[in-house]
């Protein structure tokens, strides 16, 4: 169960503590102590006889005092002990089975309004816009920071931890004396000792004009001093004036958590409250989404300095006496959830418009770590009810570090349990006709379930009553968006965003030194194909994917000649038709005559040079491994007459060439049979470049097609066995995908090449780069 026990302090009001009382403080409190002189009796008795003559008596007095003092204890024990006599009593039936919970009985059509009591200080007060927070200790620096934001009025919140006489010039100070006198129903169920006690701060904002309330806490400090800088404060001038947000994609329904620190430039930091096993999804998403503004009731800010993190976190990453400085991407564009996917939401920067004031509440039978958590689940899922949606910001306060032990026994239900709490939430409905009924229709199956207990099932009723009582209105339902069929995402829905990678800190250790594992990945791939050419031969629009390429493979390659069916001066693309692009290959050869070997290779096909490094450089490489790029095909029996031909050609330069050329050739394919290769990738190296021109002059002008003059130049060149075929041999070659199959599905990292690809534009390119970066993570800074 998300459930800790807590407990009162001793000096904590209304707190009854029995341990104290069960022993006797003087002498005076043992049996017997006030006899000083043995007292006469009429006749002599021992206790024995005297106990078995008055048995009868004695059960009943003795069961006369136990329930006058149970009566007693309960009563002076405060809510909590009334909620431990509730559960006493439905937890079990007549028939010792258990019963279900008590359901609330709410008249909610005839809840009195509840006046500003006269004698209250600040009565006649009035703002809009309010901070809340709650507080421990005496005032401080970021606190007084604070009172000077522009336009907000901060209350403070006191607990039975905060000193006496707490002031704070410019803000508003609710003690546990004021809380009291405040009427709210809430607050008899508030603990406190504990921040959960903001729900009177909230309600007292609410009752005082709130329009927008931002929870924080006492350390928050807002740069510039303006949240409207930061956040969307007011959502009712327009859509007109709050263009479309990014919004995660709702393309994978079983996708129901997201960690948004990823997509602000810390992958590998995650929020309190994310389940521990969603932790390794470090990769930025493929695309997002859009959704209208105006709808994001909960703003949901990023911290700097010390954001938002758990105690496995706080505890494994750095020295113990080092301080968190971590940064997010300040110009990263806010993100907003769909439905069927959460987050954890504060707190202690987040942000409430008042159609989602009702989600404030702060329950009261968990841990102290995890009442927001639990509340930001239970409040997002609610927010789909009424059409609204969560929307995470860049960073919108500081907070500083001051190395302080992280109560993780204070955590460790969130760790065990906030998996099955959002699954749950994703499966559960109600059909009651109202939001209020629907909030408490949720908090009585959240308690049935064991996420919280009966306690806050009653404190839900009492909050929604004071809301109603206060003069809140309830916002409309719009429920009916919940179940219905997701949109389709077209290729004009998918927008675009590569998150950046900020610096983080590992032990100690800045997890910069990743960026130079990663350059050091790039020298080492430098050094061993910087002196290699690549010729690259596109089909798709120069002029759009031509310098895209240059900058893929420039990186790693001596240099990248492009050729392509038409000319391109300005971007220096040569023309040369590919059905007869080995005629133009020594042209180039000749051109870099100190270059170790050249590698030819089409835009349809995607070259991971990663996994090329163990390649032997001497040898010639091509795909004769690949049954579907390699193929052996007849000549005298062959019914397609342009095989006949090609054949026929083969032959010719066969029998005029070299006796090296002819013997290599024979001993390998005989004289009735040719190869049919896609010929989309090999390599060429330094010693047999002026073999290959010998045979392209060897071939004249013969129509002699690239897919099979390629081939018949490795095999008169040299013998297969000697080829380096295990370079390419891991090459994914499909000839035909399937409909619901894409490049994306198809390919893969780990091999030395991916066919077939479509690369028609920059879209297209950047597509292709994302993939490639699960090899070469450095490319990410291209796009």
């Known amino acids: 169960m998300l459930v800790q026990g807590r407990v009162f302090p001793d000096d904590a009001p209304g707190n009854n503590n029995n341990n104290k009382s069960a022993a006797p403080t003087s002498p005076r409190g043992a049996p017997g102590a006030n006899r000083r002189h043995p007292r006469p009796f009429a006749k002599s008795l021992d206790f024995g006889s005297w106990a078995s003559e008055h048995s009868s008596k004695l059960l009943l007095l003795l069961f006369a005092v136990a329930s006058v003092a149970a009566v007693f204890l309960l009563r002076g024990a405060g809510p909590d002990a009334a909620a431990l006599l509730c559960l006493d009593r439905s937890s079990h039936s007549n028939n010792g089975a258990p019963a279900r919970l008590p359901y609330p009985d709410v008249p909610w059509s005839k809840i009195p309004p509840l006046a500003v009591a006269s004698a209250v200080p600040f009565a006649s007060f009035r703002a809009e816009r309010w901070i809340v927070v709650s507080v421990s200790s005496a005032p401080t620096a970021a606190l007084a920071a604070l009172t000077r934001v522009k336009g907000w009025q901060l209350l403070v919140v006191g607990n039975s931890h905060t000193p006496s006489g707490w002031e704070l010039k410019g803000a508003i100070f609710l003690s546990l004396e004021l809380q009291a006198q405040l009427g709210y129903r809430s607050v008899d169920f508030l603990p406190y000792a504990s921040h959960v006690r903001k729900t009177a701060g909230y309600l007292f904002a609410i009752q005082h004009g709130a329009k927008v309330v931002f929870d924080a806490d006492d350390r928050a400090e807002v740069p510039g001093n303006d949240l409207g800088k930061h956040f969307d404060v007011d959502l009712g001038s327009g859509v007109a004036n709050h263009p479309v947000l990014l919004q995660y994609s709702h393309a994978d329904p079983n996708r129901t958590v997201v960690n948004p620190y990823v997509h602000f430039g810390q992958r590998s930091v995650w929020p309190r409250g994310l389940p521990l096993d969603k932790v390794g999804e470090v990769a930025h998403e493929v695309f997002y989404t859009e959704v209208f503004s105006g709808r994001q009731f909960i703003q949901q800010g990023l911290s700097d300095g010390l954001p938002d993190v758990d105690a496995v976190f706080y505890f494994t990453r750095k020295p113990p006496t080092a301080p968190f400085d971590l940064r997010f991407d300040g110009e990263a564009p806010k993100v907003a959830l769909p439905q069927g996917m959460m987050a954890p939401v504060n707190s202690f920067n987040t942000l409430f418009h008042t159609q989602a004031f009702w989600g404030l509440m702060l329950p009261v039978s968990v841990s102290s770590m995890a009442a927001d958590v639990i509340r930001g689940y239970w409040a997002q899922r609610i927010l789909w009810e009424i059409g609204g949606y969560v929307a995470f910001y860049p960073p919108t306060i500081y907070r500083k570090d001051h190395v302080q032990a992280y109560p993780f026994a204070e955590e460790k239900d969130l760790h065990v349990n906030v998996g099955r709490l959002i699954k749950f939430l994703n499966e559960w409905r109600s059909n009651k006709r109202t939001l209020f009924e629907r909030i408490l229709d949720l908090s009585y199956a959240m308690a049935e379930e064991g996420f919280w ?214 001993e390998s394919m005989g ?69 619901n199959e894409t490049f994306s599905s198809i390919y893969t990292a780990q091999s030395p090449a991916v066919f077939p690809v479509k690369v028609q534009n920059e879209i297209d390119f950047i597509k292709v780069i994302r993939l490639m970066s699960k090899g070469d993570p450095l490319l990410m800074e291209l796009v």
């Open 453 to 666: 207990m009966e306690q806050d099932v009653r404190l839900t009723a009492a909050w929604l009553q004071d809301l109603l009582a206060v003069g809140y209105r309830q916002p409309r339902l719009m429920s009916l968006e919940i179940d219905r069929q997701r949109a389709t995402i077209g290729e004009g829905d998918m927008k675009e965003f590569v998150p950046k990678k900020l610096p983080s800190v590992h032990l100690g250790v800045d997890e910069i030194g990743t960026v130079n594992y990663e350059i050091g990945n790039l020298i080492k791939w430098r050094k061993n194909f910087g002196n290699v050419v690549l010729i690259m031969h596109v089909s798709g629009p120069v002029d759009r994917t031509a310098l895209e390429w240059r900058l893929l493979y420039g990186r790693i390659f001596k240099t990248v000649i492009i050729l392509a069916e038409q000319s391109n001066v300005e971007l220096a693309v040569d023309r040369c038709a590919l059905s007869h692009a080995y005629k133009y290959l020594p042209k180039v050869f000749g051109r870099y005559s100190g270059a170790d070997g050249f590698l030819f290779l089409q835009d349809h096909m995607i070259l991971n040079y990663w996994n090329l490094l163990q390649a032997d450089k001497e040898k010639l490489w091509i795909t004769n491994k690949i049954a579907h790029s390699w193929v052996t095909v007849p000549v005298e029996s062959n019914k397609e007459e342009w095989f006949v031909k090609q054949g026929a050609m083969v032959k010719q330069v066969v029998g005029s060439s070299p006796v090296h050329f002819q013997t290599n050739y024979k």
């Open 671 to 739: 004289e009735d049979k040719i190869v049919f290769c896609g010929s989309e990738l090999f390599y060429v190296p330094r010693r047999f470049v002026e073999d290959f021109g010998d045979l392209v002059g060897l071939v004249g002008d013969l129509d002699l097609h690239h897919k099979i003059a390629i081939p018949m130049f490795f095999l008169a060149m040299d013998l297969p066995q000697n080829f380096d075929s295990e370079a390419l041999a891991g090459t994914v070659f499909r000839t035909n995908l399937a409909a």
